[in-house]
């Protein structure tokens, strides 16, 4: 679906960004990509590795209307992935995450309905789940804010759903290049916030699969949820330097013990799919069913049990070590 067509990703610059940028070009012949980001040193490096003439490279940052509407000029599909992520980041510095993450996604909206895009998908995270801290506040603002787009739609074709998905394994921030550079370090210990701590885990080219799918499942209003696995924080450990000793540093402002990516409160909205779930809109679209038992691709879907949570801890799915190393190596 992306042959002779026009993708835009903001925050493109970034591992998602790049990641999809390498996918499209192998996969497909897209007329253009558009990477649209703040940082002129990031796109001079990208360019390096991405100079073909596809490519199209805009400095600009969400915040500011004009230049995204500018820069969607002929966009047949937006994946928007830029966002302010660090935690401890937004709760010191709350209103710039507010700015990006919230402002910035009703810029993106306001400019893709006015260029007449056909499909946007926004990148949200497990974070936005029942959240507890500023990052994932946003973030929820954001999904609910691409939900609704579907409405201020009207009769235009444009069409928002978004993708909730958890830790990329060895993302930027991520904990496994924390742990990588620790261990270079010839550190004595790995901190560890709580032997009991779970997360979600995802590779970046899984992520990217995700996405390009969900291009093609989706009707608008949908947060599509990827059932992948979960790792315990000490199988990680374990696996990464099975010789060095762990220190138990308490968890941080901010964290969970477990990430939930399909809450409890919207089991009465959510569909099990073979290889993910859909979290239906609670509010009515105008111009649609809102019937999401059966996507596009003809995918049958079936409501979860009342009650029913997706949480990392309770997950029917967890790597052992051996299988976190296999992970890691899609990345290294």
Same mark, same amino acid.
């Given at each position: ?22 996918? &499209? ?121 691409f939900v609704a787009a579907n409405n201020m739609a009207g009769g ?13 394994? !060895? ?22 916030? +709580? ?13 990217? +699969?995700?996405? &390009? ?7 608008? !209003? ?19 330097a099975p010789h060095l000793p762990h220190k138990h540093v308490g ?55 009342? !009650?029913?949570?997706?949480?990392? !801890? ?19």
């Open positions: 679906m992306f042959n002779g067509k026009s993708v835009f990703i903001s925050g493109g610059t970034g591992s998602f960004g790049k990641q999809y940028t390498k996918t &499209l070009l192998a996969r497909y012949k897209p007329k253009r990509i558009v990477i649209f980001s703040r940082d002129e040193l990031k796109q001079f490096d990208m360019q390096q590795e991405f100079g073909s003439a596809e490519m199209r490279y805009f400095l600009g940052d969400v915040r500011d209307l004009s230049r995204l509407q500018e820069a969607m000029s002929g966009i047949d599909y937006v994946i928007h992935a830029a966002a302010l992520k660090q935690v401890p980041a937004a709760e010191y510095n709350p209103m710039e995450c507010v700015k990006t993450n919230i402002y910035g996604a009703e810029n993106v909206i306001k400019a893709a309905l006015a260029n007449g895009v056909k499909k946007v998908i926004a990148l949200s995270t497990d974070k936005a789940a029942n959240p507890i801290n500023l990052y994932g506040a946003t973030k929820l603002a954001s999904d609910k804010l235009k074709p444009t069409r928002f759903s978004v993708v909730r998905y958890g830790n990329v394994v !060895g993302s930027r921030g991520s904990v496994v290049p924390f742990f990588d550079k620790l261990i270079a370090g010839n550190a004595e210990a790995l901190p560890i916030t +709580d032997e009991r701590m779970t997360r979600f885990w995802i590779t970046l080219q899984q992520g990217v +699969d995700f996405v &390009l799918k969900n291009f093609e499942r989706m009707y608008g !209003g949908e947060i599509f949820v990827p059932k992948i696995p979960s790792v315990r924080i000490v199988d990680l450990a374990r696996a990464m968890i941080r402002a901010g964290e969970k013990l477990h990430e939930i990516m399909c809450p409890m409160d919207d089991s009465h909205l959510t569909l099990e799919f073979d290889d993910h779930f859909v979290l239906q809109p609670t509010i009515r679209f105008h111009s649609a069913t809102n019937d999401y038992s059966v996507n596009k691709l003809g995918e049958q879907g079936h409501p979860v049990a009342h !009650g029913f949570e997706y949480q990392s !801890g309770k997950n029917p799915h967890f790597l052992g070590v051996d299988q976190i190393l296999e992970y890691n190596k899609q990345v290294s």
